[in-house]
C-alpha cells in the first residue's frame, strides 16, 4: 500500500516511495534516534493542547496552528485520545465530541461518532502533510477518573460511565463502584481480568484507533499507552497488556511493526521501591527498559526536575537502555514548573522561561529522541504553568535548535562531559563526534566559562556561537588549533558553541 502522506518540511522532504521504509521508526544507523522518510530526524515540538485533533474542523484553527510549528522547525505533536476542553475556567469534558454515537440521550459503545473519528482523519492528514510526528495516547487517566455522582470531572461524562451508556449497568461491570474512583480508575483492570463486557469494548476501541492510522495511510504516527500510567503491580500491567494488543493486531493487518511506549509518572501513588529516580530497583524505571512489549521510552516525567538533575537523570537511565538494545528515548511533555520525582503533584513550584528552555538543551545533550513543550494552562494556582506550549517563547527555542541541527550532525555524536574541565554543576553540557565536531551548551550559570579537551580532534577546527535568545549565529568565527580550548559564552543566558572540522561542515 502507497502511504497518502507527502511530506514538506525540511526534514522530511521525500514522498514516500514505501510506508515501510519511509514511516517513522528507530534510526538503523543510531537507534537512539527516530528516523522518518528515510533519513534520521529529531523530533522537537509544542503545542497548546494534548488532544489537537479536536481543533479540526474549527475553520483553519488547527491547520494554524500546525503551520506555525512547522514554521520554526518543530515537527512533533502530542495527541492524547480524550474529550477534555481547555477553558478560562478550568477542564470541562461536556464540550467534545466522544467516540461514540448517542442513542436515546446515552452512548451506544457499538456505534461509532463520526466527527469524532473524522476530526482524528483530518489530524493525521494535515500532519502527515507537514511531516509532524504524531505521538498518540491511547488512554487518558483523565477521562476516566473522578467522580460518577458530581459534574466537573471526566468520569462523570465519561461514556464508560454506565450511567452514560446503553451497553452495560453497574451491575453488570462488578469492577465498576458507583461514586468517586481515584486517579486509577478500576475500570483499567478489565485487561487484567479478562472482563468479558468490559474488555472487548476496550479492544474495539484501540483496534480503531490502530485502523484509522493505518488504514488511512499515515506514516507518521507513533504510540503510548495512556497519559501518566501507574494503575497495576510492580509489572505495571494493564499497559504490557495494551502495548501487546496494539502491536499484534498491526502484524494481522500486514502493517509491519508498531512503535510503542509506557510514560511513567514516577510519582505517588504510581508502585516504586523508592523515591529515587535512579534506582534500578524502580520498577518505574526498571519494567519499561525490560518489558518486551514496549519498543521505546519516554521519559517525560523527569522533566520537572531542575538543573543538573535533569541532565543527570536521562543519561543515566539512557545509560541502562544501552545495556538492554539501543532505542528511542522520547520527552512528548516538558513542563514549566519544577515537580521534583517522587513529590507530590501539589507541591510543585513555579518554573522560570530559562529553565523551561534549559530543559530542551539538556535532553538533546543527554541524547534525547524527542522533546515537546507541554500545553500553557493559565487557569492554575497563581505562577504555576504547565508548560510554554507554542508560545513566542517556545518557538525562539525551536528556532535555535533548527538552526543547530542545519549544521551538526546530531546521530554521530555522543554526550561527553568529560571533556569539560573547570565546569560547575549545571553550567555547560558537551556533544562530541569522532573528533571532528563538538558542541557546547552554556545554560548561563557560573562564570559561563569551561576548557574543552580537543586532543582527539582533527586538526583545525572553526567555532562559532549560537545565541539561542536572537536565534542567530553570532559574528567573529574563528579557527581553533590546539588540544585544548577556553570557551566562554560571550554572554548571559543561552548559548551554543559549535566547533567543526572542515570535513564535519560539508
Known amino acids: ?49 494534548d488532544n489537537l485533533f479536536q481543533w479540526a474542523g474549527e475553520g483553519t484553527k488547527l491547520t494554524d496552528h500546525l503551520d506555525l510549528l512547522a514554521s520554526c522547525g518543530g515537527n512533533y505533536v502530542r495527541c ?9 475556567e478550568g477542564f470541562r469534558w461536556d464540550v467534545l465530541p466522544y467516540p461514540f454515537a448517542k442513542a436515546g440521550g446515552r452512548y451506544d459503545l457499538r456505534r461509532w461518532n463520526d466527527e469524532y473519528w473524522n476530526k482524528l482523519s483530518t489530524f493525521l492528514s494535515e500532519t502527515c502533510k507537514r511531516g509532524i510526528i504524531v505521538q498518540i495516547e491511547l488512554w487518558d487517566r483523565w477521562n476516566e477518573s473522578g467522580d460518577s455522582t458530581k459534574p466537573g470531572n471526566g468520569w462523570y461524562d465519561s461514556p464508560w460511565n454506565p450511567n452514560n451508556n446503553v451497553n452495560y449497568e453497574w451491575s453488570d461491570s462488578p469492577l465498576l463502584k458507583p461514586g468517586k474512583t481515584d486517579f486509577y480508575n478500576l475500570f483499567h483492570y478489565a485487561a487484567l481480568k479478562s472482563h468479558p463486557v468490559l474488555l472487548p469494548l476496550q479492544q474495539r476501541f484501540v483496534r480503531k484507533i490502530i485502523d484509522t492510522v493505518i488504514d488511512g495511510g499515515f506514516d507518521n504516527v507513533i504510540y503510548q499507552i495512556d497519559n501518566e500510567s501507574g494503575i497495576g503491580d510492580e509489572s505495571l500491567e494493564p499497559d504490557p497488556y495494551w502495548a501487546h494488543f496494539a502491536r499484534q493486531y498491526a502484524r494481522s493487518k500486514g502493517s509491519g511493526e508498531l512503535y510503542v511506549c509506557t510514560q511513567r509518572r514516577f510519582h505517588s501513588p504510581t508502585p516504586y521501591k523508592t523515591k529515587t529516580f535512579r534506582d534500578w530497583n524502580n520498577p518505574e524505571v526498571r519494567v519499561p527498559i525490560l518489558n518486551a512489549a514496549f519498543n521505546y521510552c519516554d521519559i517525560s516525567q523527569n522533566n520537572g526536575t531542575v538543573g543538573q538533575t535533569h541532565y543527570d537523570n536521562l543519561l543515566w537511565f539512557r545509560s ?3 545495556q538492554y538494545g539501543p532505542r528511542p528515548i522520547n520527552n512528548v511533555k516538558a513542563y514549566h514548573f519544577n515537580w521534583s520525582i517522587g513529590g507530590d503533584f501539589h ?7 530559562a529553565e523551561a528552555g534549559a530543559r530542551l538543551w539538556r535532553a538533546v545533550f543527554a541524547g534525547a529522541a524527542s522533546f515537546r513543550f507541554h500545553r500553557r494552562t493559565y487557569f492554575r494556582r497563581s505562577g504555576i504553568l504547565d508548560g510554554i506550549g507554542l508560545s513566542a517563547l517556545a518557538r525562539q527555542y525551536l528556532r535555535s535548535m533548527r538552526l543547530f541541527l542545519k549544521i551538526v550532525n546530531l546521530f554521530s555524536m555522543e554526550p561527553r562531559n568529560d571533556l569539560l574541565s573547570g565546569r560547575s554543576d549545571d553550567e555547560a553540557y558537551c556533544l562530541a563526534g569522532h573528533g571532528r565536531q563538538y558542541a557546547v551548551f552554556f545554560s548561563g550559570c557560573a562564570d559561563r566559562s569551561v576548557v574543552l579537551n580537543l586532543a582527539d580532534g582533527s586538526g583545525e577546527l572553526r567555532l562559532r556561537w549560537l545565541d539561542v535568545a536572537q536565534s542567530r549565529w553570532s559574528d567573529g568565527d574563528r579557527t581553533v588549533r590546539s588540544d585544548t580550548c577556553t570557551l566562554h559564552s560571550p554572554g548571559p543566558g543561552h548559548w551554543v558553541a559549535v566547533l567543526q572540522s572542515s570535513e564535519a561542515s560539508r
Open 1 to 49: 500500500m502507497r502511504t497518502k502522506c507527502v511530506t514538506i518540511s525540511v526534514i522530511t522532504a521525500l514522498v514516500c516511495a514505501s510506508p515501510i521504509v519511509a514511516r517513522i521508526q528507530p534510526y538503523a544507523g543510531n537507534p537512539f534516534y527516530w528516523e522518518y522518510g528515510g533519513r534520521p530526524v529529531l523530533l522537537v515540538g509544542g503545542s497548546d493542547r
Open 80 to 88: 492524547t485520545m480524550s474529550s477534555r476542553e481547555y477553558t478560562s
Open 320 to 322: 541502562k537502555v544501552r
Open 347 to 353: 507541591k510543585r513550584t513555579p518554573g522560570t522561561d
